[in-house]
């Protein structure tokens, strides 16, 4: 018996290097006519294989530590999370870009509190669940503390503000009880008053009011409102089955904003078309289904604190990815979130790959109780 799953290694390291490789066909335009970056092509190449390097580094570290040491400090990781929320709506300390106070400056790199808070909140809500598994029928004792601390996250959030995370970090939450066994007809009570609070949500704001018109129909506004979107979608038309090769795309010219980060995979359709859309997709696909099966097998062995963890790093890449894509190919409005494991940017790279090391924990911790050692 192999000491770590193998398929789950390779198929998280050929998404990282399918993204290395379009993170640069999909910049070099981009980087080449921007001062910022100093007119080199291979700006945003070198960082990203920067990003790499260290996300790998450290989750290589973060292999080493016993999944019961992640028990244990989960609450304080998650406190710590909530700091940095706050810090970064500080004036002079968080970073604004584009309108949002969504990073922290680290001299040499920004970082987004964010996308360290979806693994604080995978680490919280498994062992929130687990503490609480007495009480998953009641309302009271089961969810409402839960309700709190999520409805305290998700208004620093949306202060930023960042509703695509807000998505996913709800998503992970709700999963995990879900999961954990919380009475499905509460559970189905509050999708109900989840649902009606995002609508009331974008109501309230017109520029997410103003991203949902432009979704459902990009075309009335090509050069406003729709601009991003209808670009999106001409790339993934241009791309048809097979695309037209690497390094051919017109719409990564400066035509299509965020090409390299939000809207790779439009890239990934023009250059590689259906079937190299459907390639990523499967590998998240795959990426996901082993999670949720670990999940299951440390769930076996009464390991239900791990278990909760490898689900809801399964539902933190599934959500997002299937967030990304949708909005790629206009099926849901624009969120702001990234392709896990691909798109350009240090602090969800970083943050993926260590949660990926505490999923590939889980797994070397399962199959080691299997051979009867301890863990």
Do not use: C
């Amino acid at each position: 018996m192999l000491g770590y799953d193998q398929s789950l290694v390779w198929t998280v390291l050929t998404l990282l290097g399918i993204g290395l490789i379009m993170v640069y066909s999909a910049s070099i335009a981009a980087a080449e006519v921007d001062k910022d970056t100093g007119f080199r092509s291979t700006y945003f190449l070198i960082r990203h294989g920067i990003f790499l390097a260290v996300g790998l580094s450290a989750a290589f570290l973060v292999f080493q530590v016993p999944i019961r040491v992640w028990q244990q400090y989960s609450p304080y990781l998650f406190l710590f999370g909530i700091a940095l929320l706050v810090l970064v709506l500080i004036p002079h300390i968080g970073r604004e870009v584009n309108g949002s106070k969504r990073w922290l400056s680290l001299v040499v790199v920004n970082f987004q509190p964010s996308e360290a808070m979806k693994f604080f909140v995978v680490l919280y809500a498994a062992d929130y669940t687990v503490r609480k598994a007495a009480y998953m029928h009641s309302l009271v004792k089961g969810f409402v503390p839960m309700f709190v601390v999520m409805l305290i996250t998700g208004a620093l959030l949306l202060s930023e503000p960042d509703f695509g995370a807000l998505s996913v970090i709800t998503a992970i939450a709700m999963g995990s009880l879900f999961l954990g066994g919380f009475d499905w007809r509460l559970f189905a009570g509050l999708v109900v008053l989840l649902f009606i609070g995002f609508v009331g949500f974008i109501l309230i704001s017109p520029y997410r009011m103003a991203r949902v018109v432009g979704f459902m129909d990009p075309w009335k506004d090509p050069y406003g409102k729709g601009y991003q979107l209808s670009h999106s979608l001409i790339a993934f038309g241009r791309g048809e089955w097979t695309g037209v090769g690497l390094g051919g795309s017109v719409e990564k010219l400066s035509y299509l904003p965020e090409a390299h980060t939000d809207f790779l995979m439009a890239i990934i359709a023009e250059e590689f078309g259906f079937v190299g859309v459907t390639l990523v997709v499967a590998l998240f696909a795959w990426l996901v289904f082993r999670a949720f099966a670990i999940g299951i097998q440390a769930a076996k062995l009464e390991r239900y604190y791990s278990a909760l963890v490898a689900q809801g790093i399964g539902i933190w890449i599934g959500v997002q990815s299937v967030i990304n894509v949708g909005v790629n190919m206009g099926l849901l409005p624009t969120k702001g979130l990234t392709l896990p494991l691909l798109s350009f940017g240090g602090s969800g790279i970083l943050a993926n790959l260590v949660a990926l090391a505490v999923l590939l924990r889980v797994d070397w911790e399962n199959r080691q109780l299997m051979r009867g050692y301890t863990v």
